[in-house]
């Protein structure tokens, strides 16, 4: 069972929006940098987006910046990516992950817990 889960996935028209959601239901997320990544099918999973345990320090990948935000709400144990100015290449299975590391880098290798993923498609 995911330690993680994610919320808030779905089908948008290019140029819509989207908000995702990660959870620890048994999970102090607090404790953990956080990051979000993606996988569209036939490529690799890739970093999207990360913020440092105390929400100071946030990196986004090339790709996204400017139109992703990424946030946290330790009171709540949430963390949230929004997206906006969605594009087809967005397209994917989206992953919350935690690191040991409270100032994580965009690599897998950097996560010691996942979510199960959750589908977003942009498309007209």
């Known amino acids: 069972q995911s330690q993680l889960v994610e919320s808030g996935g779905g089908l948008v028209q290019p140029g819509g929006s989207l908000r995702l959601s990660c959870v620890g239901p048994?999970?102090?997320?607090?404790?953990?940098?956080i990051g979000w990544f993606r996988q569209a099918p036939g490529k690799e999973r890739e970093g999207v987006s990360c913020?440092?345990?105390?929400?100071?320090?946030?990196k986004y990948a090339d790709s996204v910046q400017g139109r992703f935000t990424i946030s946290r709400d330790n009171a709540k144990n949430i963390v949230t990516l929004q997206m906006n100015s969605l594009k087809p290449e967005d397209t994917g299975v989206y992953y919350c992950?935690?690191?040991?590391?409270?100032?994580?880098?965009?690599?897998?290798?950097?996560?010691?817990?996942w979510g199960q993923g959750i589908q977003v498609t942009v498309s007209s």
């Open positions: 048994d999970f102090t997320l607090d404790y953990y940098g």
């Open positions: 913020i440092s345990s105390n929400g100071l320090i946030t």
């Open positions: 992950a935690a690191s040991n590391n409270v100032r994580p880098m965009l690599v897998m290798e950097d996560y010691e817990y």
